[in-house]
Structures are given as C-alpha cells and as structure tokens.
C-alpha cells in the first residue's frame, strides 16, 4: 500500500508541472538550496525568472533534467572530455554537480546569456525529480532569491524572498546540502593525460572528490565583456559582515550590536558577552557538512535581528568548507563572483 506521503508529494508535483508547462514560474525544493524553475525551451518562461529574481539578463542559468540522455538532448559531449564526462555523471549524478558543456541550439540565448555553453545538473532532491518526471521538460532554475540576495534552504525563505511574485512553492522541507552545486568546466589540453577540472564555483562535490578524475584547478567565470565588473558582489545580508580570519580577536564599538556567527560555540579568543545573539553553524559533530546546512538559515536570522554587524567566524577550508568560506567571503562583499 503506498504510504500518504509520495501520494501528496504527487498532487503538489502535478501542480507545479501544469504551471511549468504553462509557461509559469514555480520554486521548488533542490538537495542544495530551493531553485526557481521555468521551462528552459521556452524563453518568455525563461525571462519571468529573471524579471521574478530581479537578475540582469547577463547571468547565466542552470537547466535541470532527470539523466544523462537528458543532457544529451540539450547539451554535446565533446569527445575528448566524454570518458571523464561519463565517469563524473556515474559518481555524482543525480546530485550536487553542474557541468558546463557546449550548448545544443534548442536552448534559447537568454538561457546561457548568449554563452556557448550551457550548466547542467541532474538533481537528487525527490521533488524536484518527481516534477522533473511530470513535466518531462528541462527545467531552468537558479536559487529562489531576489538577486544579490542568501539562497533559500527552506520553503518559508523562499516565501520571504519571492512571496507574491509566483504561483506555487513547492515545501520539500530544509536542504540537505545548503550550499549550491559545485560547477566545473573541463578540458584536456591536446597531448594531456589527463582532464583538468576547473572549479567556477565550490560546493558540496569538493576537490577532494574530484581529484581522482583529472587535475583539479580554482576556476572563474567567463568574463562578460559586456557587463564589465557585473558580478562584484554585493551578496547579502543587508546587515554589514566582518569576515574574522581564523584566530583573529574581535573589540566591540561602545553602542553597537552585534551578532555572531560562530562555528562550534566555542568562544576562543572571542568574548561571547559581546554579542547580542550567537548562532552556531556546527553545534552537533562540529562537521563541516552540517555548517553548510546550516549556514544560510542562520545568515537569514542573523540579519532580521536588527544588528550593527555581524561577526562570522572562519571555518576549515578543506572540504565542503571551501564552499562555505566562498559565500561567506561573499557575504562580506569580498568575494570575486557575486551572487546569484
Ligand atoms: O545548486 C544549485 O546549483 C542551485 C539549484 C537550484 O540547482 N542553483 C543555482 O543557480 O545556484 P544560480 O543561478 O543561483 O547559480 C548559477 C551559477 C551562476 O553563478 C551562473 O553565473 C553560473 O551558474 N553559470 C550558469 N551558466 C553558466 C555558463 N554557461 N558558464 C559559466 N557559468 C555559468
Ligand atoms: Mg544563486
């Protein structure tokens, strides 16, 4: 007997894939962070997510689809990345990895920004795949927040973000991951042994995951010579962040508030008395990956407590650790890729 739960997890997937083929905007549930989705065949859909996120039209976006043939469909394997290609889709698919491959002319320019190369994923989370299935369309979808903006691990985040602006969010509960996907392009220098792995952008498939398929190097996106400087974030908590590097003290200015995001609780060098609030990212196992889970929703209530500034802690860079210190660099307007 099928159990309550897939039963209505149906009913809502079914809701969203009459929008979605609709030409609606819909956010939904990813294993990273919630993304909102439009049909990625169809570029007035596509332009309601950019006019919904308030995102310039030079910010590529991620198209989503259920396997690997569906990559094919919308994207060419070049032949000589295919064997690595193949090995990573076979290790991380479905999951937290977006491929940058050659586009296949059936996805629209404003999809790419006009780039020749499209970022795909295949995602885990089972509402999004059971709305992939539904629709039986790829499905364009960045991060459901207003543009500059923390992405949404929860529903009621995505509420706050973009209530009134769309149709339907889609509850799936709280991501499992927290962070968005890793995005890498790949190549092979002609005469190489071996693929190079460029990370654009650290997520949960960290390098020392991926250092088993080829040569793994920090990467940036393409520069957009059309939009000079675009992406200087400006990411955000509107409430101004200090990022601390690891062992640095911290002195508070008489009459202000402020707020601190710490790894585990431990005070260190710091004096907890200082802050009006404490959020701690592990207070668990101390690991990494529940830091990531936790990051964005505590950077959200941080935010909406009314503080001066908010003091964040570093973490390890190892592990999914980079990726959290990359969006932490963000938040304090540091980081070299904005957000979006
Ligand atoms: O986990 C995720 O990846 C989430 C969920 C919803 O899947 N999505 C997400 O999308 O984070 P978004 O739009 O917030 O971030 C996508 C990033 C942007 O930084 C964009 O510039 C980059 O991917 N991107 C997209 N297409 C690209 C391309 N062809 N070349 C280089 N960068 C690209
Ligand atoms: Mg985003």
Redesign the pocket.
């Known amino acids: 007997m099928e159990t309550d739960e897939p039963e209505t997890l149906g009913v809502a997937a079914v809701a969203a894939a009459r929008y979605l083929t609709a030409g609606e905007v819909v956010a939904?549930p990813?294993?990273?962070?919630?993304?909102?989705?439009a049909n990625a065949f169809d570029p007035v859909a596509v332009a309601k997510i950019f006019a919904v996120k308030e995102?310039p039209d030079f910010?590529?976006?991620?198209?989503?689809v259920r396997n690997l043939e569906a990559v094919r469909e919308i994207a060419m394997i070049p032949s000589e990345i295919e064997d690595v290609v193949l090995k990573l889709a076979n290790a991380f698919w479905p999951g937290?990895l977006?491929l940058?491959l050659p586009?296949k002319p059936v996805i629209p320019d404003s999809?790419?920004?006009g780039?020749?190369?499209?970022?795909v994923?295949v995602?885990s989370h089972a509402v999004?795949r059971r709305v992939l299935k539904e629709c039986r369309l790829p499905l364009a979808?960045?991060?459901?927040?207003r543009f500059g903006r923390i992405?949404p691990t929860t529903a009621s985040a995505v509420v706050k973000e973009l209530g009134g602006r769309i149709p339907l969010v889609l509850d799936g509960g709280a991501c499992g991951?927290g962070?968005?996907?890793?995005?890498l392009?790949i190549t092979r220098p002609p005469g190489s042994p071996k693929p190079v792995l460029e990370v654009?952008?650290a997520?949960p498939v960290t390098r020392e995951l991926l250092k088993q398929f080829g040569i793994v190097k920090k990467g940036s996106?393409?520069p957009r010579p059309d939009a000079p400087g675009q992406?200087q974030s400006h990411y955000a908590p509107t409430t101004p962040l200090r990022l601390l590097a690891e062992g640095e003290g911290f002195s508070p200015q008489p009459g202000k508030t402020y707020g601190l995001l710490s790894v585990d609780g431990e005070p260190g060098r710091l004096n907890l008395s200082d802050f009006a609030m404490v959020a701690v990212l592990s207070p668990g196992s101390g690991k990494l990956s529940e830091a990531a889970i936790r990051l964005f929703a505590l950077l959200r209530q941080l935010d909406e407590a009314g503080l001066d500034e908010i003091i964040a802690e570093s973490v390890a860079e190892q592990g999914v650790g980079v990726a959290i210190m990359d969006r932490l660099r963000k938040a304090a307007g540091r980081g070299g890729?904005?957000?979006?």
């Not at 990813?30 to 989705?37: C, F, H, I, N, R």
């Open positions: 939904l990813a294993e990273t962070v919630y993304g909102l989705a995102r910010d590529p976006l991620i198209v989503h937290p977006t940058l586009k999809v790419t920004s780039l020749p190369t499209v970022a994923r995602p999004f979808a960045p991060s459901a927040n992405s991951e962070v968005e996907s890793t995005i392009r654009v952008r997520g996106r393409e992406l890729n904005g957000n979006d």
